[in-house]
T-cell receptor, first 112, second 114 residues
Framework: KQEVTQIPAALSVPEGENLVLNCSFT??????LQWFRQDPGKGLTSLLL?????REQTSGRLNASLDKSSGRSTLYIAASQPGDSATYLC???????????FGTGTLLAVQP | EAQVTQNPRYLITVTGKKLTVTCSQN?????MSWYRQDPGLGLRQIYY???????DKGDVPEGYKVSRKEKRNFPLILESPSPNQTSLYFC?????????????FGPGTRLTVT
C-alpha cells in the first residue's frame, strides 16, 4: 500500500532564504508526482507535475525533483517570500484507479 | 476560465438530513473524483468516475453516493449525514483517467454535521 510522508511537518524561515521540502513514498510504481499549495480555507493549487520519466520540473522560483528509485521528491523554493507561506502537499498518482495519494503536508511560514 | 466549481462552499447541517454537494468542471474532463481532508489524515479519495455513467469507490466511500449523468457534473450525495462526515471536501478532475494528466481541484466545501 502506497504511503506518502512529508518532512518536516512545519517550517519557519526568514524571508529570502532558499528552502527544501521533502516528500517520500513507499511504492516506486507511480505515474507522476504533483506538488500543491493550500492556503488556509482555500482549495489546492497545482504547482508542479513531474511525470515518472522525468527528473525535475521548474516553474519560476520553484524546482521539483523526482527520484523514483529511492522514492523521494524535493520541492526547492528559491528566495522565499512571505507570500509563499502556505501548506505544501505532495501527491503521487498510480494504480488502476489513478487516484492521488497525498502526504499530510508541510506548513511553511516565511517571516518578513 | 477553466475551473472546477463546488457548491456550497460552506454548509452546516444536522444529523440525518440529506444533502448534495455539487461539482462542475468546464474543461471537458473525463475523470472526476471526490476527496475529503481531515487533520492528521490528509486527503483521502471517496469516489471517482472514469467517464459518464462510470463511477467506483475510493478509499472511504461509506456514507456517500455519487452520480455521473453528464460529463461536466459529479455531485456528492450524503443520504444521512453523521458527525464523522464533518470535513473539508474537494472535487477534482483531469482530462483523461490516464495517470499522466494533471489533476485540478475545486475550492473545497467545508461541511459541519451537528
Amino acid at each position: 500500500k502506497q504511503e506518502v510522508t512529508q518532512i518536516p511537518a512545519a517550517l519557519s524561515v526568514p524571508e529570502g532564504e532558499n528552502l527544501v521540502l521533502n516528500c517520500s513514498f513507499t511504492d516506486s510504481a507511480i505515474y507522476n508526482l504533483q506538488w500543491f499549495r493550500q492556503d488556509p480555507g482555500k482549495g489546492l493549487t497545482s504547482l508542479l507535475l513531474i511525470q515518472s520519466s522525468q527528473r525535475e520540473q521548474t516553474s519560476g522560483r520553484l524546482n521539483a525533483s523526482l527520484d523514483k528509485s529511492s522514492g523521494r521528491s524535493t520541492l526547492y523554493i528559491a528566495a522565499s517570500q512571505p507570500g509563499d507561506s502556505a501548506t505544501y502537499l505532495c501527491a503521487v498518482r498510480g494504480g488502476a484507479t489513478n487516484k492521488l495519494i497525498f502526504g499530510t503536508g508541510t506548513l511553511l511560514a516565511v517571516q518578513p | 476560465e477553466a475551473q472546477v466549481t463546488q457548491n456550497p462552499r460552506y454548509l452546516i447541517t444536522v444529523t440525518g438530513k440529506k444533502l448534495t454537494v455539487t461539482c462542475s468542471q468546464n474543461m471537458n474532463h473525463e475523470y472526476m473524483s471526490w476527496y475529503r481532508q481531515d487533520p492528521g489524515l490528509g486527503l483521502r479519495q471517496i469516489y471517482y468516475s472514469m467517464n459518464v455513467e462510470a463511477t467506483d469507490k475510493g478509499d472511504v466511500p461509506e456514507g456517500y453516493k455519487v452520480s455521473r449523468k453528464e460529463k461536466r457534473n459529479f455531485p456528492l450525495i450524503l443520504e444521512s449525514p453523521s458527525p464523522n462526515q464533518t470535513s473539508l471536501y474537494f472535487c477534482a478532475s483531469s482530462l483523461f483517467p490516464s495517470g499522466v494528466y494533471e489533476q485540478y481541484f475545486g475550492p473545497g466545501t467545508r461541511l459541519t454535521v451537528t
